[in-house]
């Protein structure tokens, strides 16, 4: 959806997040999915309620990725991949 990725990070600045990176997904997701690196996973758990997303699934990032998530996964602990459900 145009615009969705900044619409919903301009609501984490609010809160105090100071680095959101943008990117696009590598493809479509039927839901919110919030991605983690190990050690991130109460992170993950906070940005997913701080979107107006506690049921989002949570997803550890896997040792060896192959496949990229996003154009900008080596720049995050925590990736969101905004699905449908996501807050317009």
């Known amino acids: 959806r145009f615009r969705l990725a ?6 984490l600045v609010p ?3 100071e680095q959101i990176n943008l990117g696009d997904a590598t493809s ?7 991605y983690y ?3 991130f996973f109460e992170m993950a758990v906070q940005v997913a309620i701080d979107l107006g997303l506690p049921d989002a699934l949570l997803v550890g990032v896997p040792d060896g990725l192959q496949t990229a998530l996003t154009n ?4 995050g602990d925590v990736i969101v991949l905004l699905g449908p459900d996501a807050p317009r």
Do not use: E, I, W
Not at 6 to 11: D, I
């Open 6 to 11: 900044s619409a919903n990070a301009a609501r």
């Open 15 to 17: 809160l105090g997040y």
């Open 28 to 34: 479509f997701v039927d839901a919110t999915r919030v």
């Open 37 to 39: 690196r190990d050690g």
């Open 72 to 75: 900008s996964d080596d720049q």
